[in-house]
């Protein structure tokens, strides 16, 4: 019986096994729980490397402390987009407003862990890793969930070329992969093919069949991937920045079924020493016309109540400015949760206390691993305990 | 194994594979060739500190903006070419092949990520000093070391406010290892480290008595007015210091899944020679399981190990400095740059989608000088994404040609599958000789042959 090169590739991981030593890490097929998640809701995490300044991107334009500490940099009164008496938005996040009365945003302030490092490689680490942050895990926190619930190869897709720690497992990691035709330009190679077939005919030790196995794995989610990218063409308009053309990505491997649950966006540039206010101004007006349009795509195709997305970055700023109209590394920031299906929108708690500053620095009143035990909790319904390796208590957005 | 087999995972081992030029050395007995790489590791190769006028706190708050940024532009440069020059140095056929394992070895132990390039020259220099020396020397130059004394936070471990962060880790990670001590223990022996402070212009070691606490400190069941040479003492008194190193040290020289009994007998050669690294490191290849089959082939490659490897092999120069560093970011190793204090986790950790196929692409992309289609992560401090369009490298096949003159075509491929690989691939009748098929030269066919070896998965463990 001759089998499709394609269905060969799609069930590799599984034939393959029959005639060789079962390296450890395949074992898990038959005794995991591979084919069904609990749960069919897709989670979007978008990440501001370099730190983002939350105290201008959350504008708390009632305080005084605030114009006090930031005289050349704070977001004007007049400028901010007010939602509540205290707090409003900066106004380059003028398309999530809409959003946000819509009542499909939740903002949490003051997210952050004890004993905060000022380090941007330290403190994403720490956010990668879900450690506390005198301890160093060589897995991430999303790493950890395909590790416990691996259905597919690209289970969990970080829209880059390399992949981060955060979705890095023991066993299984997720996929990285910029653009679904380059990636099909680098596995159609004679040689890569020669190696699939190779792979299937012979038997080999542990860590060559690993990689073996990996190369498999890539070529039958590339092609995967690059079918699905070829299903459904978005008619939206998004902008032209990487942020707009990987959301959309995203959004149109989504609309077309694509077995993807976890995807990971990175916006880079966050770390505003100097001339913070152009620089930010770009990013987060980059990030709400980027997100608007995704959402607004998924809201067409019915998407929406199916899709978190989340936006964090490694820490905020100091609350007073420095010499060069800029901020540096601080603390607690800002985190937003954005759904159609959320359960508590708007302002999840109070805005951060200015008068009371550890060094200059915000203190934070939420872990973010709580953020992270509610989504793997209640949103991907798998034990957060597990994979955060403690328990933390759930907010109640989700 | 055969001599060859073992002579050659010998090398991969305690150094960065054979080059060409080594070929000579499949004969050598073991013992000989042990001996061999001990002795050029005798003769220490620092690396070399690049000339730099750095400029006085003065001079730098007169600078324009403009000038502080190209300052920042310019270290940032020797930051980089530091790099560049030490991968060199690993992949060149001068340096002690051995001196550079170790160094490497202990870098990625005593993980650190420096401030500033010459700090990480001395620090590197002092490890390397010390590489196969003492390990309690080791220990007590590493607790000294500027760099080392700013990543964890001793410069701010004061008798008033103790800094525990260096004596955590000290334990935790260096020596010891987590479960052998008490959380009272880290805050006696920080308190024993209290003014171990650096002076960050000339990168020193800057003891402030007036910051040091001179009281009794309680650790380990000891009593005493400790300081950190008697808490490194104290630590390396116990029987789980020689463990833990010897634990690691199987783990990364000889095979990533650990075997207690060989462990034990490391441990003991370890502690009986008052932590003398040479001979511990000697027992280890000169022992009949270091050559056991299991052993061969059995560690996924490090992106250092592979690029330097794949450098020695086939002879390669590097055009620029960013064609050295891009495939460490890219691969996921780049050196003074570990990912935190525990060092890189290795093993299958190195690889992923992305990893696996730069890897298996690596000697197209040199071969074929074939446009990069990837791209690394941005550095947070710097807004541009790493981009490189392609690599500069140029390789040198003249000595690799050399090796094989004698072979008959028909052994060809076999015989470089022999020479370049660490475990079994039968290339006779294989793709990689249909590959080669319509190369019409002997020369062209022994690239196509390279160029097919080196694509396997086969060529990435050693």
Redesign the interface.
């Known amino acids: 019986m001759s089998i499709s090169r394609r269905k060969f590739l799609g069930q590799s991981a599984l034939t393959a096994v029959g005639g060789m030593l079962i390296p450890s ?1 395949l074992k898990g097929f038959d005794g995991r729980n591979t084919l069904l998640n609990n749960s069919s809701n897709k989670l979007v995490i978008i990440q501001f ?3 983002n300044d939350g105290l201008n991107t959350i504008v708390p334009y009632q305080n005084d402390i605030y114009y006090q500490q930031r005289p050349n940099i704070a977001i004007k009164k007049s400028d901010v987009i007010k939602v509540t008496d205290e707090l409003g938005f900066h106004p380059a996040l003028k398309s999530l407003q809409g959003l946000y009365d819509n009542g499909d945003m939740s903002i949490i302030n003051n997210v952050g862990y004890p004993n905060p490092d000022r380090s ?3 403190s ?2 720490i956010w990668h890793t879900a450690s506390n942050s ?1 301890e ?1 895990l ?1 897995t991430g926190w999303l790493g950890r969930y395909l590790d416990k619930h691996n259905n597919n ?1 690209h289970q969990a897709l970080e829209m ?6 955060a979705l ?1 497992g ?2 299984h ?6 653009d679904p035709k ?1 990636l099909q ?3 159609k ?4 093919k ?2 699939v ?2 792979h299937h005919d012979h038997d ?2 542990e ?2 069949a ?3 196995q ?2 498999a ?2 070529v039958s ?1 590339s092609d995967y991937l690059f079918e699905k990218a070829k299903t459904y063409s978005s008619s939206q308009s998004y902008p032209k920045n990487k942020l707009g053309k990987s959301l959309k990505q995203v959004a149109e491997l989504i609309i077309s079924g694509c077995d993807t649950q976890v995807y990971y966006v ?1 916006l ?2 966050f ?1 505003t020493h ?1 001339n913070q206010t152009m ?1 930010q101004e770009r990013l987060l007006k980059a990030y709400a016309e980027s997100v608007s349009a995704f959402i607004k795509d998924l809201k067409q195709h019915n998407q929406w109540n199916d899709t978190m997305v989340m936006t964090f970055s ?1 820490f905020g700023r100091r609350v007073k400015e420095n010499g ?1 109209r800029g901020t540096d590394h601080g603390t607690a920031g800002n985190l937003f949760l954005m759904s159609g299906k959320l359960k508590k929108a708007g302002f999840y708690n109070d805005a951060p206390d200015l008068t009371t500053l550890d060094k200059g620095d915000l203190i934070y009143n939420m872990d973010f691993r709580r953020v992270y035990a509610t989504l793997l909790d209640k949103w991907l319904k798998v034990d957060d305990q597990a994979i955060l390796n403690r328990q933390f208590k759930a907010l109640s957005i989700v | 194994m055969t001599n060859q087999e073992k002579i050659q995972h010998l090398y991969w081992r305690a150094g960065f594979g054979l080059s060409p030029n080594d070929q000579d050395k499949h004969n050598w007995s073991v013992t000989k060739a042990v001996n061999n790489l001990f002795k050029e590791a005798q003769k220490l190769q620092p690396l070399a500190m690049p000339k730099f006028d750095s400029p006085s706190r003065a001079e730098i708050k007169s600078m324009s903006k403009q000038e502080r940024k190209d300052l920042r532009k310019e270290v940032q440069q020797m930051t980089n070419d530091v790099n560049a020059d030490w991968v060199r140095q690993m992949a060149s056929t001068t340096s002690s092949p051995l001196q550079e394992k170790m160094t490497l070895f202990w870098h990625g132990h005593f993980a650190c990520e420096s401030k500033s390039f010459h700090l990480a020259v001395n620090q590197i220099n002092t490890i390397r000093k010390h590489s196969l020396g003492s390990f309690k020397d080791l220990v007590l130059a590493i607790s000294k070391d500027a760099s080392m004394i700013f990543y964890l936070n001793n410069q701010q471990n004061k008798k008033s406010h103790p800094n525990e962060n260096y004596a955590r880790e000290l334990m935790e990670l260096f020596t010891i290892g987590r479960g052998n001590y008490t959380e009272k223990d880290i805050k006696e022996a920080a308190r024993a480290f209290t003014g171990w402070f650096a002076n960050r212009q000339l990168g020193t070691f800057n003891f402030r008595d007036k910051a040091h606490d001179y009281g009794k400190k309680t650790f380990m069941g000891k009593t005493g007015n400790f300081d950190g040479t008697d808490i490194v003492d104290i630590i390396l008194e116990q029987k789980e210091t020689a463990e833990y190193i010897a634990t690691k040290v199987y783990r990364y020289f000889v095979n990533p899944k650990p075997n207690t009994t060989h462990i034990t007998a490391i441990a003991k050669v370890f502690r009986d020679s008052d932590y003398d690294i040479a001979k511990m490191m000697r027992y280890v290849f000169e022992s009949d399981w270091f050559y056991s089959q299991k052993n061969r082939g059995s560690k996924i490659k490090s992106p250092i190990e592979f690029l330097v490897g794949i450098s020695k092999t086939l002879g390669l120069s590097f055009g620029n400095t960013q064609s050295l560093l891009f495939p460490q970011r890219t691969l996921g190793q780049t050196i003074f740059r570990p990912p935190n204090v525990a060092g890189w986790p290795g093993g299958k950790a190195w690889i992923d989608n992305a990893t696996l196929m730069l890897r298996l692409n690596f000697a197209g992309i040199i071969f074929q000088r074939s446009e990069l289609l990837i791209n690394a992560k941005e550095m947070p401090e710097m807004a541009k994404r790493g981009k490189l369009k392609k690599l500069a490298i140029d390789a040198n096949l003249q000595p690799l040609l050399q090796t094989v003159k004698k072979i008959k075509e028909a052994d060809l491929s076999n015989t470089l599958c022999q020479q370049l690989l660490q475990v079994d691939f039968e290339s006779k009748d294989s793709f990689i000789e249909q590959f080669a098929k319509t190369a019409n030269t002997r020369q062209k066919k022994i690239q196509a042959f390279l160029l097919g070896i080196m694509s396997l998965p086969e060529y990435q463990v050693c």
């Not at chain 1, 190679?189 to 890569?192: M, Q």
């Open positions: 890490f490397s370099g730190g941007h490689f330290r994403m680490d005198n160093y060589s190869n880059d070329d390399t992949l981060s720690l890095k023991i066993e990691s997720g996929f990285a992969m910029s380059r330009r680098t596995v190679t004679p040689i890569v020669a190696l077939k190779h080999h030790e860590n060559v690993y990689l073996y990996t190369l794995n890539t989610s990175t880079g540039g770390d100097a620089t490694e060069s």
